[in-house]
């Protein structure tokens, strides 16, 4: 708490900001009849714009078992839901948007050229617009950025720091705004207040990453034509953590202050993504509103005392592994069950898990040798992902029969030079992690309350 307080008096302090250090080229998102398209990149794939950080395999695994503890403890986190639940029976209430043929799609990037094994977008912020590298997240509720002057500290990031002097848009919050007394429910933590009465927001994580600064107000930019005024967002001045080399995070959780809460009204409250693999020069995308896919199937958002409202729940039913059913009782599937792209490897419960590997490796080691377990890993073969002919495909099935059949790449990662190994690992919680969606298209229709899959989108 005194380092709260300490913070809080530095953050008063703080006075002016330096010029911003050159302008930023504008992104590459498209405006068509469905809408924004706005790509996806992972930072490391082969269209990624962003300057290479090295990242190592075993580096990767370590930030992913440290998402993975930030999701155990804000599901085992004890929270007033009396405000979220009224916020999550109003999304439910807004209908219409599904088959509007209005959206918005932002290209969508691979991160591992600025240091994070996920997923970035590249937003406009501020008048004139500059152009950053947002980490997209649909396990955040809130969305920040790094900004001068950094009163405190900022990690290294690849684009300028965003200066708030220098929009003519940017407005920073009173401790009285109701902005900032929706900040509890959207971050967990109680804001606190300068003493020039401007309103501080805190971002923490359970892997003690953190962002602190004050929450503001300016103009999004999507693409050219789509502004969008009065963006709540965090001007960080105090960012430290796994963070990677990005600008900040795009929190995209169901709350008052997401950017989704935004562009509902003309968008509605639904967004999808399609994840790209490293190795592809296909490439991946976010889109604001649904586009009409018609191959989706869908499973319902599961909602109620036991789910965190700021997370996306839905319902596991079976796992099946080359055709065959794991031989476990129904009650096994009976787990919270989160999808999130911030998370790469996909976690299940010890008891699916050790069924899914066994029926796994009965099969691969008939015909692969296997080799020593790798990290978090315990089942892992000799040779590489695109070498193994056959691969067994594993279904995961949903409530309502939706489902994500896995292919070879998919089902494996390859962890070193000739080894591969099966990309699932054990948790309490089941998490479906953003390796085992790449290339389907993800849909969160939050106003009608269900989650869709579709294969082979990534176009």
């Not at 980490?135 to 200066?163: K, R, V, Y």
């Not at 390859?414 to 290339?439: P, R, S, Y």
């Amino acid at each position: 708490m005194a380092f709260v307080w300490l913070l809080v008096f530095c953050l008063s302090l703080a006075v002016g900001v330096e010029p911003l250090l050159a302008e930023l080229q504008g992104s590459k998102l498209e405006v068509n009849q469905s809408g924004i398209h706005l790509k996806v990149y992972h930072v490391q794939g082969p269209e990624s714009s962003l300057t290479p950080n090295f990242l190592s395999f075993s580096d990767f695994l370590l930030r992913d078992e440290e998402r993975v503890k930030d999701l155990n403890s804000i599901l085992a986190k004890s929270i007033d839901r009396s405000g979220s639940s009224s916020t999550a029976s109003a999304l439910s209430q807004r209908s219409g948007y599904w088959f509007s043929g209005k959206s918005l799609s932002i290209p969508l990037n691979p991160g591992l050229s600025i240091g994070t094994a996920n997923y970035y977008v590249r937003i406009g912020i501020g008048t004139p617009a500059n152009y950053y590298a947002m980490l997209m997240d649909t396990g955040s509720s809130f969305s920040w950025i790094q900004c001068e002057p950094c009163a405190i500290d900022c990690h290294s990031q690849a684009d300028p720091l965003f200066n708030p002097s220098a929009s003519k848009t940017y407005k920073s919050l009173s401790c009285d705004a109701p902005e900032c007394s929706s900040l509890k429910e959207a971050t967990l933590n109680n804001p606190s207040c300068s003493a020039s009465n401007k309103c501080i927001y805190e971002a923490s994580y359970s892997d003690k990453s953190y962002s602190i600064g004050f929450l503001s107000k300016d103009l999004l930019t999507l693409a050219q034509s789509q502004t969008f005024p009065n963006f709540v967002y965090g001007c960080g001045q105090d960012n430290e953590g796994l963070f990677g080399r990005s600008a900040g995070i795009l929190g995209l959780a169901p709350s008052k202050l997401s950017m989704l809460a935004l562009v509902s009204s003309k968008y509605g409250y639904a967004f999808s993504y399609c994840l790209p693999t490293t190795d592809t020069t296909t490439g991946g995308f976010l889109t604001i509103g649904i586009r009409p896919v018609s191959s989706y199937k869908f499973t319902p958002m599961i909602r109620g005392p036991n789910q965190n409202p700021n997370l996306y729940h839905l319902r596991l039913t079976s796992i099946i592994v080359a055709g065959i059913p794991l031989r476990v009782a129904a009650a096994q599937y009976r787990v919270p069950t989160i999808i999130d792209s911030g998370t790469v490897i996909t976690r299940l419960p010890p008891s699916l898990y050790s069924a899914l590997r066994d029926a796994f490796v009965n099969i691969m080691s008939k015909k692969y040798a296997q080799a020593p377990g790798y990290s978090i890993f315990d089942a892992c073969f000799r040779g590489t992902v695109k070498s193994f002919s056959v691969v067994p495909e594993i279904q995961m099935m949903f409530q309502g029969g939706a489902d994500l059949t896995l292919g070879a790449s998919n089902v494996l990662i390859q962890v070193d030079e000739g080894v591969a190994c099966l990309a699932f690992e054990l948790n309490q919680e089941a998490i479906i992690g953003n390796h085992q969606q790449q290339t389907f298209e993800v849909a969160y229709d939050v106003s009608n309350s269900r989650i869709g899959f579709a294969a082979n989108a990534c176009h």
